[in-house]
């Protein structure tokens, strides 16, 4: 076989291999993403804390000497209940940057502060400012709504001027993926119900979970399983993290039936195409939009859920980061 003849079948043959790993049911996805759903299998258990324990060891990346912060402290705040694990990023030496707490995903039943490393360090980068991430208590140890009032705790303090940071808490953005893209709704209506929340420029809720109630059709039983997040593992986190019996259109649960939307302030709605929870945040954002408050909304095509901020899914993550950093930079000023 001839030079020309080997480098024309290696094309070939790359070419059909890209097409294969990006393609899915449902359309094209980045090769990343492509090649992250051919080696993760969907988990069909029943046990939260052994997918805990596979995702904690999954998420092991060390992103300190890849994506470095001049200030990366680990604290504690003391709350009611305990002492809750946060982190404090800062790339600045000012007292007057702007802080973004930041609540992580994960079902409210999986993840910590190492989890979301990546995404806490590349909003400090691309915003400037300084970021708080919350630690808050997981389930099925610690069921609605601990989790919210802690982190709800956490915020008074900090606006309150209890807890002594290197940045501005009078200004103020939360930001939170997936479940806590809900607390990052939850917490600012709690907020505002406790008319503590002057120091609230703007939330933004990344493909958030915003309707608990059992019976949802449309993207999340399309997308009910080969994406990262299936409905069977939000089943199973709202089975962990629900108590029976609770009312799942409680407003601090499932936002989306909160009387009190139009009092949130800017809000920065975003979704992925291929994600069982597309439709809700969408609605969620449609809602807003309905009752006339200041909301943006931007689905990210060829994406599924987990994407932002994680070059591990390519591209879109981190230009999703970008547009995160120019809606924050408008309303924390």
Known sequence: MGLLTLLITLLILSF???????????????????????????????????????????????YAKKLPISTVDNLTIETSQRQVPVRFYSDSDSNTVPLIIFIHGGGWCIGDLDSHDQQCRRLVKETGFALL???????????????LNETVEIIMKLTSGEIDLKADTTKLAIIGDSAGGNMTITSAL?????????????????????NCVDGKTGSFTKFSEGYILTAHLMDLFNKNYIAEGQNLKDPY???LFSDALHQLPPCFVLTAAYDPLRDEGEQFADKLKSLGNQVELKRYENCVHSFFGQQEFGQNGLVAVKDVSTFLKKHLK
Do not use: N, W
């Open 16 to 62: 059909l291999a890209y097409g294969i790993v990006t393609r899915t049911t449902h359309g094209k996805v980045e090769f990343k993403t492509g090649l992250a759903l051919k080696f993760l299998k969907d988990y069909t258990g029943d046990d939260v804390l052994v997918v805990r324990k596979q995702f904690k060891k999954m998420m092991k990346t060390d």
């Open 133 to 147: 991430a919350v630690d808050y208590a997981l389930s099925p140890e610690a069921k609605f709504p601990v989790a």
């Open 190 to 210: 709690k907020l505002i119900e406790s008319g503590d929340d002057q120091a609230i420029k703007c939330i933004v809720p990344v493909y958030p979970v915003t």
């Open 253 to 255: 649960l499932s936002p």
